[in-house]
């Protein structure tokens, strides 16, 4: 069905994989408007509840397919146009799923990559990742929501740091400064994320995918615009059968059995 990812599913969970691994899964037009029509898929059913990205090969990804963008418009291309038409809007589809992404990082995440994976709600890296926000090498700034990212994950002054030296970052360093949220060794990556992925697929969906809204419209809204949102979710997620499933575990002192309805 795809040219350049892999997508199935199993036990609640879709797992998408960047599967350019000769070009180091640079993105291409093909595989921006696969991994978006992916995600649309996973969105829209209602037996996903988890999603988990991932590269194949030798890494993550390594951004922009940049002799592509240059070839196609011959030499002189207008970025902004190329980024409104794809890493704007694929993580715009990210960061509005209202359910969640877990990146699977190992290898080079460089440039957009880095992007794609901040715009996953949980990242797991292998001692092998290595992150660089690398546009500045190439006397650009960055992009495909790095700039949105990376302060609020990092912090300002580790962001400015990252993105005007464009210097590599380390697994462990990644874990230091919350880039990432957990570093296994490299042939426990696929064990360690398909356990966080079947957890959050055992928990109740709603619930997750109003807690991402919540939090991410949070930086942008003053107290009175974050307290109506958290009055709108709790509203609906007051009605789901998961929410009375667990008070009705919580009365009858087990473990709650969520079924994401």
Known sequence: MY????FEKAGGVANVALNRPKKL????GTMHEELYAALDEAANDDEIRCVVLRGEGRGFSAGADLAQIIEGADGDPDLGEYLRGTY???VKRMVSMEKPIVASLHGPVYGAGVGISLACDLRVAAESAKFSVAFIKIGLMPDAGVSFFLPRVVGLGRAV??????????AEEALRTGL???????DALAEETAALASRLASMPTAALGKTKLALYASFEGDLDTVL????EGQTFCGYTADH??????????????????
């Open 161 to 170: 740091e990252m993105s005007m030296l464009g210097d590599p970052v380390e």
């Open 228 to 231: 109506e949102r958290e009055a």
């Open 180 to 186: 990432v949220n957990k570093v296994v060794p490299d």
């Open 3 to 6: 040219e350049t990812i892999l």
């Open 88 to 90: 704007s809007r694929l």
């Open 25 to 28: 899964n640079a993105f291409d």
């Open 244 to 261: 009375k499933e667990g008070v009705k575990a919580f009365f009858e002192k087990r473990e709650a059995r969520f079924t994401g309805r």
